[in-house]
C-alpha cells in the first residue's frame, strides 16, 4: 500500500505535489521521493521516514516547475533507503517511474535487462519499469510505457515522465487503483482522490489494462494497444473537510467518533415507515435473482471479511438460505463450485481490493450473480458487480477499519430485511426488528459520550 500523485497544469508542481501525497501518507510512510522537469533538466529528490524528510530536503528551494510525480512508500521489495525509495530513473536519467504493485517477474526482467547492460541502483521490483521504457522509448512516451508493460507480470499503477517527451504524464494501470482528476487547466493522477480533492471533485476511474496521458491541455484514455477509449467523468460526492482531521489527534480516533453519522446515512431513505419495507435501489436490478437465490457466497478480506461473518448468521437464521463466507485470496486460488442460484457478495470499503476483485471475476466466470457492498462511489468492484449497495459514509482514511466496519454490518443487516421481504412477502417483518437498528446510532452516540470512562 504506496502513495503516488502525478501533477501537470499552471500552478507550481511541487507545492501540489507535496500537498497530496501528505494526504496519502496513510498509505506508506517509510520513504519518499519526487520528481520533475525543470528547465529541460529532471530533477529527483529523496528521503527516508516520513514526508517531513522529503520537504526539508525542498525547503527554502523556489521551483517553478509545472510538471511532476510524487510517491510515498510502504516497503516490498528492498528496505527503505534512498536507492529503494520510488521514483526510479534509468540509465540516463533522462526517465523517472513510480509505482504501486508488484512486478512478478521482475528478476527474469532485471536479468534480461543487465544483459542488455541497464545498471540498476536499487533492490526493488520497480526499477525494471524505469529501464524498460528505456529500452523501448522512441521518442514516444506512452508508445513506450506500453511497449514496456506487455513484457509485466503481476500489479501496477504506474506513473512515469521523461525530458525527452517532457510535456506530459503517462499513467497505466492494472490491478493498483490510479484516479485521473480534471481540474481547471490542470490535471491529476493519484492512487486515492484524497489527494487531489482540494482542486477538483471531477474524476476518471481509470480500468485494468488502461492507460492515460496528461498534458497542458488535455487528457486521452487508451488501451494497452492503443485504442482510444472514452470515460465518463464522475463527480466525487465528498469534500475536502471529509479528509481533514477536524480537530481530532488521527483519522482513526475521527472515525470512531464519526460512526453514529455514519450508521445513519447507512440507514437514510432505505427503511419505509414502521412497515419493515426496505428500499435498497441498487438491487433492482437483481431482484428476480435475490428472490431465487439458493445459495450465496461471500467474498472479501480483512476487515470486509469479519463483517461478512456476522452477515451470514444473520442471512442464514433470517432468510434460511445457506451462507458461507470466504477469504478472497484463497477463492481465486481453487477450484470454487459454483451452482445455478449461487449470488456472490463482494465486500470491500475502497471497492478497488484486488483479492475480492480477482474473486468476483472467477466467480462470474462460473456463471454466479454479483452484488457489491462497497463505500467508494465508481469503484472497480461497484462498477464490475451486478448490482450492489453503497455505504455512503465518507472517506475513510484510518488504516484499521472502524465506521466502515460497523457500516457493513449495518448494510448487511437492510440486506438481510431486504430478502425477508424478496423471500416471504406475505409475512411482514417484525416492527421491533426495524426500530432496534433504527435505535442504534444513538446508542453508538452514547458510549461516545462515555469515551473517557
Same mark, same amino acid.
Given at each position: 500500500?504506496?502513495?503516488?500523485?502525478?501533477?501537470?497544469?499552471?500552478?507550481? @508542481?511541487?507545492?501540489?505535489?507535496?500537498?497530496?501525497?501528505?494526504?496519502?501518507?496513510?498509505? *506508506?510512510?517509510?520513504?519518499?521521493?519526487?520528481?520533475?522537469?525543470?528547465?529541460?533538466?529532471? %530533477?529527483?529528490?529523496?528521503?527516508?521516514?516520513?514526508?517531513?524528510?522529503?520537504? %526539508?530536503?525542498?525547503?527554502?528551494?523556489?521551483?517553478?516547475?509545472?510538471?511532476?510525480?510524487?510517491?510515498?512508500?510502504?516497503?516490498?521489495?528492498?528496505?527503505?533507503?534512498?536507492?529503494?525509495?520510488?521514483?526510479?530513473?534509468?540509465?540516463?536519467?533522462?526517465?523517472?517511474?513510480?509505482?504501486?504493485?508488484?512486478?512478478?517477474?521482475?528478476?527474469?526482467?532485471?536479468?534480461?535487462?543487465?544483459?542488455?547492460?541497464?545498471?540498476?541502483?536499487?533492490?526493488?521490483?520497480?526499477?525494471?519499469?524505469?529501464?524498460?521504457?528505456?529500452?523501448?522509448?522512441?521518442?514516444?512516451?506512452?508508445?513506450?510505457?506500453?511497449? @514496456?508493460?506487455?513484457?509485466?507480470?503481476?500489479?501496477?499503477?504506474?506513473?512515469?515522465?521523461?525530458?525527452?517527451?517532457?510535456?506530459?504524464?503517462?499513467? @497505466?494501470?492494472?490491478?493498483?487503483?490510479?484516479?485521473?482528476?480534471?481540474?481547471?487547466?490542470?490535471?491529476?493522477?493519484?492512487?486515492?482522490?484524497?489527494?487531489?480533492?482540494?482542486?477538483?471533485?471531477?474524476?476518471?476511474?481509470?480500468?485494468?489494462?488502461?492507460?492515460?496521458?496528461?498534458?497542458?491541455?488535455?487528457?486521452?484514455? %487508451?488501451?494497452?494497444?492503443?485504442?482510444?477509449?472514452?470515460?465518463?467523468?464522475?463527480?466525487?460526492?465528498?469534500?475536502?473537510?471529509?479528509?481533514?482531521?477536524? *480537530?481530532?489527534?488521527?483519522?482513526?480516533?475521527?472515525?470512531?467518533?464519526?460512526?453514529?453519522?455514519?450508521?445513519?446515512?447507512?440507514?437514510?431513505?432505505?427503511?419505509?415507515?414502521?412497515? *419493515?419495507?426496505?428500499?435498497?435501489?441498487?438491487?433492482?436490478?437483481?431482484?428476480?435473482?435475490?428472490?431465487?437465490?439458493?445459495?450465496?457466497?461471500?467474498?472479501?478480506?480483512?476487515?470486509?471479511?469479519?463483517?461478512?461473518?456476522?452477515?451470514?448468521?444473520?442471512?442464514?437464521?433470517?432468510?434460511?438460505?445457506?451462507?458461507?463466507?470466504?477469504?478472497?485470496?484463497?477463492?481465486?486460488?481453487?477450484?470454487?463450485?459454483?451452482?445455478?442460484?449461487?449470488?456472490?457478495?463482494?465486500?470491500?470499503?475502497?471497492?478497488?481490493?484486488?483479492?475480492?476483485?480477482?474473486?468476483?471475476?472467477?466467480?462470474?466466470?462460473?456463471? @454466479?450473480?454479483?452484488?457489491?457492498?462497497?463505500?467508494?462511489?465508481?469503484?472497480?468492484?461497484?462498477?464490475?458487480?451486478?448490482?450492489?449497495?453503497?455505504?455512503?459514509? *465518507?472517506?475513510?482514511?484510518?488504516?484499521?477499519?472502524? %465506521?466502515?466496519?460497523?457500516?457493513?454490518?449495518?448494510?448487511?443487516?437492510?440486506?438481510?430485511?431486504?430478502?425477508?421481504?424478496?423471500?416471504?412477502?406475505?409475512?411482514?417483518?417484525?416492527?421491533?426488528?426495524?426500530?432496534?437498528?433504527?435505535?442504534?446510532?444513538?446508542?453508538?452516540?452514547?458510549?461516545?459520550?462515555?469515551?473517557?470512562?
Amino acid at each position: 500500500m504506496c502513495g503516488i500523485v502525478g501533477y501537470i497544469g499552471h500552478n507550481k @508542481a511541487v507545492d501540489v505535489l507535496l500537498d497530496g501525497i501528505k494526504r496519502l501518507e496513510y498509505r *506508506g510512510y517509510d520513504s519518499s521521493g519526487i520528481a520533475f522537469i525543470e528547465d529541460g533538466i529532471l %530533477k529527483c529528490e529523496k528521503a527516508v521516514g516520513k514526508i517531513a524528510e522529503l520537504e %526539508k530536503k525542498l525547503d527554502g528551494m523556489n521551483f517553478n516547475t509545472h510538471i511532476g510525480i510524487v510517491h510515498t512508500r510502504w516497503a516490498t521489495h528492498g528496505a527503505p533507503t534512498m536507492a529503494n525509495a520510488h521514483p526510479h530513473l534509468d540509465c540516463h536519467n533522462e526517465i523517472a517511474v513510480v509505482h504501486n504493485g508488484i512486478i512478478e517477474n521482475y528478476d527474469y526482467l532485471k536479468l534480461k535487462l543487465e544483459r542488455e547492460g541497464h545498471v540498476f541502483q536499487s533492490e526493488t521490483d520497480t526499477e525494471v519499469l524505469s529501464h524498460l521504457i528505456e529500452k523501448y522509448f522512441k521518442g514516444n512516451l506512452e508508445m513506450a510505457v506500453m511497449e @514496456a508493460l506487455k513484457e509485466v507480470e503481476g500489479t501496477y499503477g504506474v506513473a512515469a515522465i521523461s525530458i525527452k517527451d517532457p510535456q506530459k504524464i503517462v499513467a @497505466a494501470r492494472r490491478g493498483s487503483p490510479l484516479v485521473l482528476g480534471i481540474g481547471n487547466q490542470e490535471y491529476f493522477i493519484t492512487s486515492d482522490i484524497s489527494a487531489s480533492l482540494e482542486h477538483t471533485r471531477d474524476v476518471v476511474y481509470l480500468d485494468d489494462n488502461e492507460v492515460a496521458i496528461l498534458t497542458f491541455d488535455h487528457y486521452e484514455t %487508451k488501451t494497452m494497444q492503443n485504442i482510444p477509449t472514452y470515460k465518463k467523468v464522475e463527480e466525487v460526492l465528498w469534500n475536502i473537510d471529509m479528509i481533514e482531521k477536524g *480537530g481530532y489527534e488521527h483519522f482513526m480516533l475521527k472515525e470512531i467518533h464519526e460512526q453514529p453519522q455514519a450508521l445513519r446515512n447507512v440507514m437514510r431513505g432505505r427503511i419505509e415507515g414502521d412497515r *419493515g419495507l426496505v428500499k435498497l435501489g441498487g438491487l433492482i436490478s437483481c431482484e428476480k435473482e435475490l428472490r431465487e437465490a439458493k445459495r450465496i457466497v461471500i467474498v472479501a478480506c480483512g476487515t470486509s471479511w469479519h463483517a461478512g461473518l456476522v452477515g451470514e448468521y444473520m442471512l442464514e437464521e433470517l432468510t434460511r438460505i445457506p451462507v458461507e463466507v470466504e477469504y478472497a485470496s484463497e477463492f481465486r486460488y481453487r477450484n470454487p463450485v459454483v451452482e445455478e442460484g449461487t449470488v456472490v457478495i463482494a465486500i470491500s470499503q475502497s471497492g478497488e481490493t484486488a483479492d475480492t476483485l480477482a474473486a468476483m471475476r472467477e466467480a462470474r466466470h462460473k456463471g @454466479a450473480k454479483l452484488l457489491s457492498i462497497c463505500n467508494v462511489v465508481g469503484s472497480t468492484i461497484a462498477r464490475e458487480a451486478d448490482c450492489g449497495i453503497y455505504l455512503h459514509i *465518507g472517506p475513510e482514511i484510518g488504516v484499521a477499519s472502524t %465506521k466502515a466496519f460497523t457500516a457493513q454490518i449495518a448494510v448487511l443487516y437492510l440486506f438481510t430485511l431486504y430478502m425477508m421481504n424478496l423471500k416471504y412477502p406475505n409475512n411482514p417483518i417484525p416492527s421491533d426488528m426495524i426500530k432496534v437498528i433504527q435505535a442504534i446510532p444513538d446508542k453508538v452516540q452514547t458510549i461516545l459520550t462515555m469515551e473517557e470512562e
